[in-house]
């Protein structure tokens, strides 16, 4: 006997659009012959996800309601705002260790930006009341019989 049985339904398909960019710039200097420096800056865009007909919703802890998508709405049609300032500065260094460029040390300095997609923004369109989702659970572990059921 299972101890337990979750339904999920999804009430119509979705379809989630996003846009994701990334611009860069850097640049190789040779400081002196046996050292050279690569330094840059990358920029990431990462947007929330937009469903095609805005069914999402989310909590709002502050006002204890469900906050729908809306082009018009307090929170827009993603329910949260693009962040535009993903700058991530990178540096390299190598290092020339004998003169002869057959033994380099090199090493290396980078920030990266990833849009979190493990759970959160991500299964917004799974939310009343355009999913629903059951359980029932036999913590008890018990067989009903006809007897006790009537």
Same mark, same amino acid.
């Given at each position: 006997?299972?101890?337990g049985?979750?339904?999920s339904?999804l009430?119509?398909?979705?379809?989630?659009?996003?846009?994701?960019a990334?611009?860069?710039f850097?640049?190789?200097m040779k !400081?002196t012959r046996? %050292? =050279?420096?690569?330094a840059?800056?990358?920029?990431?865009?990462?947007?929330?996800?937009?469903e095609?007909? $805005?069914r999402q919703?989310?909590?709002?802890?502050?006002?204890?309601?469900?906050?729908?998508a809306s082009?018009?709405?307090?929170?827009?049609?993603a329910?949260?705002?693009?962040n535009?300032h993903n700058f991530?500065?990178?540096?390299g !260094?190598?290092y020339? %260790? =004998?003169g002869s460029?057959k033994?380099v040390?090199r090493?290396?300095?980078?920030?990266?930006?990833?849009? $979190?997609?493990?759970?959160?923004s991500?299964i917004?369109?799974f939310?009343?009341?355009?999913a629903?989702?059951?359980?029932?659970v036999?913590?008890?572990?018990?067989i009903?019989?006809?007897?006790?059921v009537?």
């Amino acid at each position: 006997m299972p101890s337990g049985s979750t339904q999920s339904l999804l009430l119509g398909g979705f379809g989630r659009r996003d846009v994701v960019a990334s611009a860069y710039f850097q640049d190789d200097m040779k !400081l002196t012959r046996r %050292l =050279t420096v690569n330094a840059g800056v990358r920029w990431d865009l990462w947007t929330p996800w937009v469903e095609v007909h $805005d069914r999402q919703t989310n909590f709002n802890f502050a006002t204890g309601q469900l906050v729908v998508a809306s082009p018009n709405g307090p929170f827009g049609r993603a329910l949260r705002d693009t962040n535009w300032h993903n700058f991530a500065p990178r540096l390299g !260094l190598a290092y020339d %260790l =004998t003169g002869s460029g057959k033994t380099v040390l090199r090493s290396g300095y980078s920030i990266n930006y990833i849009e $979190d997609l493990s759970a959160g923004s991500t299964i917004l369109p799974f939310n009343l009341p355009f999913a629903y989702n059951s359980q029932i659970v036999n913590s008890a572990g018990i067989i009903p019989d006809r007897k006790s059921v009537v």
